[in-house]
Each structure stands twice: as C-alpha cells, then as structure tokens.
C-alpha cells in the first residue's frame, strides 16, 4: 500500500515539475529567447510565464491587482485579455470566456500554450530541447557545401532550439530543422532530403567525414563544421595566454566530454595547493581553488584515500613533500622554468659525519631507516620506540626528542637503530645536509609523480607501460586527468568525465587511440576516478559523477 502511494506522489511531483526545455517566440520578424523558468508543466500541458508580454509584445499594458492574482492586458493591435488566477480562468475582449487556462504558481501566473497561440495568432511546436512559438516558420533561403562545412541560410536569425542532429553508425550525419520551409532552394545531389509538415531532414554524405561535426548558430545562418578531430566544440573561451575549451569526443563508439586549458608556461607559475595546511588534510577542489585565489586548480597525483597520503613525487618550491614510490612518470618544472614529463629516478641523501645515507620516506606514514618530516606535513608524527628524533633547523641540530608536529622552517628526522649504525651518533649543534639526486641532474622547482603515460616523445607509448598499474586502472573506463606539453610548447591541462551515460570515460588503450594524433610531445595522467576535477576562475567546469572531490594536495595555475 505505501508503495503504491508513493508512486502516485513522485508521479504527480514529476507531473508538475518544470520543463528543462528553453522557450523561443519568434514573432513580427525578431527572435526572443527565454530560460525554462518561462515554462511549467502540469500533466500533458504546457504553461508560459505572462512575464513573456513585457519582452515579445512591447506594445501591450498590463495592470495587476493589489494582490497579484488578477491582470488586465491590453495587446497590440487593441485586443484586451482579463486573467483571474484564482478560478484558472481567461476573458478575451468581455465577451469570450475560456476556463482553465491560467495556472498560478507562487508568485507567477502562467498561461496554456494554446491558449497563447490562439489569441495571438500563433503556431506551436516542441523540440528536444526548446518549446517554439510562432507567427510564420522559419524559411530556408540557400544552402551550401564547402571543403569542411555546409552552411543553412534562413529567412531570419534562428534558435539553436529549432535544430537536431546526430550521426549513424556509418559516420553520416542527420539534421532535422523545425519549424521550416522551403521554396525552390537548389539543394543538389550532395544531400538526401526529406521533407514533413514544417520540417526538413538532411542526410549529410554516409562517410565519416561528417563523424563529430558540430553547428554553429550565427544569426541567420546555421554553419555545420567538420570537427577538427578532438570531435564536437561544446564551449570555447580564451584570456590573456589561454584558450579554454569542453568537446565533445568519440572513441570506440562511446561519447566522452572532455575540459581542456591549453596556456603559454611562460605566462603562468605552476605550484602545488594543499586541501589543509599540509598533508594530510583534504578539503574541497572549489575551497582549495577559493583559499589561494588561483586562475586554475586541478587534481594532482594520486594519494591513499585510507589516510589521504599522497603516493609519489610531489616537489613545492623545490623541497621534496613525497618521494617517489613506483617508478612512474613525474611532471616536473625546473628552477629555469623547463616543463617536462618523463621517468626519472630521483633520491634524497642525509649528508652527516663526512657520510651520505640514502633517506627512505618524506612525510610519510610508513616505518624506514631514515625518514623525514617538514612543515609541509600537518599530521602527528608516528612515534616508534627505539627510534631517535632529531629536530633541525637552517641546517643545525636544535634539539634530540620526539615532539608530535613539526614547527615551521623545520624539519624532524627519525633515525631507527640500523639507520643510526649508518649515519653514526648526531649531537645537538652538529650541521646536517639534505641533498636530491635525480637521473637528468635538474634543478626541480616543482614535481607530480602521476601516470600512466600516454604520449612520449611524440610517439604512443608501448605495451611497457602495463607494467606499472593494475588491470583495472587501464582496462577500466573511467574519468581521466591529464598533463600534456604540445609539439609547440604549450602546456594543456585537461579532465576527462566518466561513469556516466554522456560521459562513459577512457581506457588505457582508447586514450593512446584518441590523443596519438593531437601533436602532443609527451602526455601523461595524473590521478583519476573519482578525483578527476578543474576548476577554473572558481567554477567546476566539468561534471565528477560524485560531485567535487575532496583532494589532500593540488595542482594551482596562476599567472606570474
């Protein structure tokens, strides 16, 4: 019984929810477009704002009454309409009567759709994504095909609203447009065209050519483009040394929505963000955008959601935060400002009593011979018996006990007793020394250990690379984060949405298919899943499949 109830319940909300459809008036010549707030639903009828008078029949007076619910209208042309909230009713010029036809909503009046229609003189049609209303359809002037585009040329500006389009599986690419007619337009043999009450469907080719094309509305004229092979342009914006981009891609079969910030390194500095003030506190990617102010955050390597450690490299200001733990690729900027990504082998040294002891772990929650602990690390420092703890400062021992946080500008080192056989005893005032190798002798400002890695040195990368992740990180579809550097220099940024049904994610080998031919020198991931995120000028701009996450480190961009 209470199930039954509840159906009917959730069936009468959905019944009057409001429609996520955009309402268009294409009347006396011009275009008015309005967001779905115009438009309510109730059953199998639609509803419109009367806020539509003021903006499509300029002429018209409207008075309400002191409490809202009664409005007198006279229209252009003379015609006068009595609207009474309260008993759902019309009257058209005192004398003709229409019942339920006024709907009231809060503080808004809405009116029937066919109602509109009939006492404006107007034809009504519904499309995916828009409800039309109409004095005359729309008339399709001209028609051309060029090189990489075919462009439609109407009798007036036209709404996106009015057009359909999707492809077959062959590659072919279908476009209905509705409301529309047509006179002796010459089409040519290019198209197949079908033609039904005010509506007109194009078949463009049957090659794949026409695979992930995309329009463009530009007043009159609807511009259908060949993608240019990342597939359908669903934003672009671009600033000072940026170009900012979301497409729609296909690969396998399967959509996938990508976000890409392509900009000029030299314009910006790339640094790391913490979720707290150090690892390992999360917080929000739109908090850690918002607490520094940045142009651009995005997640950064991976970490152990368990304990929310980061796992791999992670250099800030050309201080190790995380050694590197898999031998995977790093991205990494130098003190001179080179990007790069690649596969380097970097360890740190404890430099003491005229010897060098290679350190096992910075910041980190696992036991070793030698580890290290700075003020980029904000949790309790592990406590092991038979280890000695030395606190460091500009290089000096300062103090020899176990104190649970580390102070700022310091560091502790936690030596176990096979470590101490190795560095020999250390005493409060003795100088002590930090010193990084890595394989290509960089100077590193900045470092993320991701992976895997995708593009190396302009070519995909091989087989080898399964060697470093477990099947399901690279067989599964899933959302995708990634750092590429293009054959001219710029640096891109971009975020792959996934478990979703318009955004199914990639596998390792669909995103070697994908990007092996988007000029990029080399390309890697960073981490993924549920932790692939962009946020740009404080926005989300993709759309994680469980909301923003929560992230103990990040990558910031901002300008120098």
Same mark, same amino acid.
């Given at each position: 019984?209470?199930?039954?109830?509840?159906?009917?319940? =959730?069936?009468?909300?959905?019944?009057?929810?409001?429609?996520?459809?955009?309402?268009?008036?294409?009347?006396?010549?011009?275009?008015?477009?309005?967001?779905?707030?115009?438009?309510?639903?109730?059953?199998?009828?639609?509803?419109?704002?009367?806020?539509?008078?003021?903006?499509?029949?300029?002429?018209?007076?409207? %008075?309400?009454?002191?409490?809202?619910?009664?409005?007198?209208?006279?229209?252009?042309?003379?015609? /006068?309409?009595?609207?009474?909230?309260?008993?759902?009713?019309?009257?058209?010029?005192?004398?003709?009567?229409?019942?339920?036809?006024?709907?009231?909503?809060?503080?808004?009046?809405?009116?029937?759709?066919?109602?509109?229609?009939?006492?404006?003189?107007?034809?009504?049609?519904?499309?995916?994504?828009?409800?039309?209303?109409?004095?005359?359809?729309?008339?399709? /002037?001209?028609?051309?095909?060029?090189?990489?585009?075919?462009?439609?040329?109407?009798?007036?500006?036209?709404?996106?609203?009015?057009?359909?389009?999707?492809?077959?599986?062959?590659?072919?690419?279908?476009?209905?447009?509705? +409301?529309?007619?047509?006179?002796?337009?010459?089409? &040519?043999?290019?198209?197949?065209?079908?033609?039904?009450?005010?509506?007109?469907?194009?078949?463009?080719?049957?090659?794949? *050519?026409?695979?992930?094309?995309?329009? #463009?509305?530009?007043?009159?004229?609807?511009?259908?483009?060949?993608?240019?092979?990342?597939?359908?342009?669903?934003? !672009?914006?671009?600033?000072?040394?940026?170009?900012?981009?979301?497409? @729609?891609?296909?690969?396998?079969?399967?959509?996938?929505?990508?976000?890409?910030?392509?900009?000029?390194?030299?314009?910006?500095?790339?640094?790391?963000?913490?979720?707290?003030?150090?690892?390992?506190?999360?917080?929000?990617?739109?908090?850690?955008?918002?607490?520094?102010?940045?142009?651009?955050?995005?997640?950064?390597?991976?970490?152990?959601?368990?304990?929310?450690?980061?796992?791999?490299?992670?250099?800030?200001?050309?201080?190790?935060?995380?050694?590197?733990?898999?031998?995977?690729?790093?991205?990494?900027?130098?003190?001179?400002? @080179?990007?790069?990504?690649?596969?380097?082998?970097?360890?740190?040294?404890?430099?003491?009593?005229?010897?060098?002891?290679?350190?096992?772990?910075?910041?980190?929650?696992?036991?070793?011979?030698?580890?290290?602990?700075?003020?980029?690390?904000?949790?309790?420092?592990?406590?092991?018996?038979?280890?000695?703890?030395?606190?460091?400062?500009?290089?000096?021992? #300062?103090?020899?006990?176990?104190?649970?946080?580390?102070?700022?500008?310091?560091?502790?080192?936690?030596?176990?007793?096979? &470590?101490?056989?190795? !560095? &020999?005893?250390?005493?409060?005032?003795?100088?002590?020394?930090?010193?990084?190798?890595?394989?290509?002798?960089?100077?590193?400002?900045?470092?993320? *250990?991701?992976?895997?890695?995708?593009?190396?040195?302009?070519?995909?990368?091989?087989?080898?690379?399964?060697?470093?992740?477990? %099947?399901?990180?690279?067989?599964?579809?899933?959302?995708?984060?990634?750092?590429?550097?293009?054959?001219?220099?710029?640096?891109?940024?971009?975020?792959?949405?996934?478990?979703?049904?318009?955004?199914?994610?990639? %596998?390792?080998?669909?995103?070697? *298919?994908?990007?092996?031919?988007?000029?990029?020198?080399?390309? =890697?991931?960073?981490?993924?899943?549920?932790?692939?995120?962009?946020?740009?000028?404080?926005?989300?701009?993709?759309? +994680?499949?469980?909301?923003?996450?929560?992230?103990?480190?990040?990558? /910031?961009?901002?300008?120098?």
């Amino acid at each position: 019984m209470w199930k039954s109830i509840l159906i009917t319940i =959730m069936i009468m909300l959905l019944s009057t929810l409001a429609l996520s459809k955009t309402l268009v008036f294409s009347y006396a010549g011009k275009l008015y477009q309005f967001s779905e707030e115009m438009l309510f639903k109730d059953g199998s009828r639609n509803f419109v704002s009367v806020d539509f008078v003021d903006e499509v029949l300029k002429d018209s007076i409207v %008075s309400s009454s002191a409490n809202g619910k009664e409005l007198f209208i006279i229209l252009p042309g003379g015609k /006068m309409l009595s609207v009474y909230a309260n008993s759902e009713k019309a009257i058209l010029d005192f004398n003709e009567t229409f019942e339920h036809v006024v709907l009231s909503k809060g503080s808004k009046i809405y009116l029937d759709a066919s109602f509109i229609c009939y006492f404006l003189n107007l034809s009504q049609t519904e499309t995916e994504s828009s409800v039309i209303f109409y004095d005359q359809p729309f008339r399709l /002037m001209n028609v051309q095909k060029g090189t990489d585009s075919v462009i439609f040329e109407f009798d007036r500006p036209v709404p996106m609203g009015f057009m359909n389009y999707w492809h077959t599986e062959t590659g072919a690419l279908i476009v209905t447009f509705k +409301p529309v007619v047509s006179d002796d337009v010459n089409i &040519g043999s290019e198209f197949e065209v079908y033609s039904g009450k005010q509506m007109l469907r194009f078949l463009l080719d049957g090659k794949s *050519e026409w695979y992930q094309a995309y329009p #463009v509305f530009d007043g009159k004229r609807v511009i259908i483009r060949k993608s240019s092979g990342w597939g359908r342009v669903l934003s !672009t914006s671009s600033g000072e040394s940026y170009k900012l981009s979301s497409v @729609e891609g296909i690969v396998s079969g399967r959509k996938f929505v990508i976000t890409l910030l392509e900009f000029e390194p030299e314009a910006f500095k790339i640094e790391l963000a913490y979720g707290g003030n150090g690892i390992p506190s999360v917080r929000d990617i739109r908090d850690i955008a918002e607490k520094n102010g940045a142009f651009a955050v995005i997640n950064a390597g991976y970490f152990d959601p368990s304990n929310n450690f980061p796992i791999g490299l992670l250099v800030d200001k050309g201080e190790i935060v995380s050694l590197p733990s898999l031998g995977r690729p790093i991205f990494f900027v130098t003190r001179d400002g @080179e990007i790069g990504i690649s596969r380097m082998d970097i360890e740190l040294f404890l430099k003491v009593n005229e010897r060098k002891v290679r350190i096992k772990g910075v910041n980190t929650p696992y036991k070793g011979e030698l580890l290290v602990y700075n003020d980029h690390f904000n949790g309790i420092i592990p406590y092991y018996e038979d280890f000695t703890y030395l606190n460091i400062k500009n290089g000096i021992v #300062v103090g020899k006990s176990y104190n649970e946080r580390v102070e700022k500008g310091t560091y502790t080192l936690l030596i176990s007793p096979t &470590g101490l056989e190795k !560095t &020999g005893e250390i005493d409060v005032g003795q100088k002590v020394e930090f010193e990084t190798y890595n394989s290509y002798g960089y100077n590193l400002d900045f470092a993320v *250990e991701g992976g895997p890695l995708i593009i190396s040195n302009g070519d995909p990368a091989s087989e080898y690379e399964r060697n470093f992740y477990n %099947s399901s990180l690279l067989d599964n579809r899933a959302p995708r984060t990634f750092v590429g550097i293009t054959t001219r220099g710029s640096l891109v940024f971009m975020v792959v949405d996934g478990y979703q049904s318009r955004s199914y994610g990639l %596998s390792f080998k669909e995103m070697i *298919e994908f990007f092996s031919d988007k000029n990029f020198s080399n390309l =890697m991931c960073l981490d993924g899943g549920r932790s692939s995120a962009i946020v740009v000028g404080g926005k989300l701009l993709n759309s +994680p499949s469980s909301g923003a996450p929560v992230l103990p480190v990040a990558i /910031m961009i901002d300008y120098k």
